[in-house]
């Protein structure tokens, strides 16, 4: 099981770059990246919700969570 980050589909629908959401909300490039990339451990509900608020957006827009997740992948690769 794991949660994906779906950041990179609501900037493209808000035509918004990773640099600028950067900008607006004061989490570094770096951070963001680690958080769309989906290799963040965990997030800040202050980080969550400024990016809700600039994004115009709840929560579950921007996580998702995928009962197969990273296991039920490997699993379906090795077989």
Sequence with gaps: M???VTLDRVL???????????ERVGVTL??????KTGKAKAVRFS????????????PGD???????GEEGRRRV???
């Design 62 to 68: 921007l996580l998702v969570f995928d009962e197969e």
């Design 47 to 58: 980080t969550l919700e400024a990016l809700c608020r600039e994004l115009d957006c709840q």
């Design 12 to 22: 493209l629908d808000r035509r918004m770059s990773l640099t600028e959401l950067s």
């Design 30 to 35: 770096a951070n963001l990246s680690i958080l």
């Design 2 to 4: 794991s949660i994906r």
């Design 77 to 79: 690769a090795a077989e």
